[in-house]
T-cell receptor, first 115, second 114 residues
Framework: GNSVTQMEGPVTLSEEAFLTINCTYT??????LFWYVQYPGEGLQLLLK?????DKGSNKGFEATYRKETTSFHLEKGSVQVSDSAVYFC??????????????FGKGTLLTVNP | DTAVSQTPKYLVTQMGNDKSIKCEQN?????MYWYKQDSKKFLKIMFS???????INETVPNRFSPKSPDKAHLNLHINSLELGDSAVYFC?????????????FGDGTRLSIL
């Protein structure tokens, strides 16, 4: 079946450092790819998405590019802030039955940013 | 205004009991989901409903029974609770279940089985 592999955390950075969280996927067909973020005690929030090859999703200074040739969707940010501390999930859309789709998530990467 | 709201936020109960979690969304979406997040943060879909109709049913014990009285509500009833049911349960919604539709999540219900 389809799957998502994320780099294992935790990741600890100093404020203003560069962030990369690796994500690769295995899928039949051409899934949509997503990054979700979960702040402590909250539900997941969509951070960005890309629906086809070479699309770049971006939001709040975060970016990720859908790379079909390397089946990757790595998350990057040039300068992290303490407020970016959260768990980050990479996900792909996956057929759940008929024409319906569901999200398959990676295991999440905990990011801690220190002042 | 809370878009996807779940109640209760915390649920502590004993093994063998029956409990329900409620979910409501005010986004006008027609598709709703239940996810289970384990202690290692791994998130897995359990069920999905579209316009009150069950469309996704993953491999979940039949002690778990979802019910959707209307497209704005999706409740989860769990019978004969077991220790392994301890987790955070998230409700989510989306407009349609197409491959590019993002989902909106509630804040979760933390279920602890004693």
């Amino acid at each position: 079946g389809n799957s998502v592999t994320q780099m294992e955390g935790p990741v600890t950075l100093s404020e203003e450092a560069f962030l990369t969280i690796n994500c690769t996927y295995t899928a039949t067909g051409y899934p949509s790819l997503f990054w979700y973020v979960q702040y402590p005690g909250e539900g997941l929030q969509l951070l960005l998405k890309a629906t086809k090859a070479d699309d770049k999703g971006s939001n709040k200074g975060f970016e990720a590019t859908y790379r079909k040739e390397t089946t990757s969707f790595h998350l990057e940010k040039g300068s992290v802030q303490v407020s970016d501390s959260a768990v980050y999930f990479c996900a792909l859309s996956d057929r759940g039955g008929g024409s319906n789709y569901k999200l398959t998530f990676g295991k999440g990467t905990l990011l801690t940013v220190n002042p | 205004d809370t878009a996807v709201s779940q109640t209760p936020k915390y649920l502590v109960t004993q093994m063998g009991n029956d409990k329900s979690i409620k979910c409501e969304q005010n986004l006008g979406h027609d598709t709703m989901y239940w996810y289970k997040q384990d202690s290692k943060k791994f998130l897995k879909i359990m069920f999905s409903y579209n316009n009150k109709e069950l469309i996704i049913n993953e491999t979940v014990p039949n002690r778990f029974s979802p019910k959707s009285p209307d497209k704005a509500h999706l409740n989860l009833h769990i019978n004969s609770l077991e220790l392994g049911d301890s987790a955070v349960y998230f409700c989510a919604s989306s407009q349609g279940s197409a491959f590019n539709q993002p989902q909106h999540f509630g804040d979760g219900t933390r279920l602890s089985i004693l």
